[in-house]
């Protein structure tokens, strides 16, 4: 899955800002600690500098179960 690249301090800048009515950007870290946000996230947003962002392969977070 391709995602958004952002900074530290592009993630801050969009945590909880309303990208359409009812929904909020929700910036992540990825396994390598890189902040992302999908790409759905991106279309349909009108920040243009949103729209530039860099575009990368997701690779989740690897969750060990303790059982």
């Not at 929700?26 to 949103?50: F, H, M, R, Y």
């Amino acid at each position: 899955m391709t995602v958004a690249l952002l900074t530290q301090a592009q993630a801050e800048s969009l945590q909880g800002v309303e990208v359409v009515p009812s929904n909020f950007f929700n910036p992540i870290l990825d396994k390598n600690g890189q902040w992302i946000i999908s790409l759905e996230e991106v279309e349909q947003c009108s920040i243009e500098w949103v729209k530039n962002l860099p575009h990368i392969t997701y690779e989740p977070v690897e969750v060990t179960l303790p059982f």
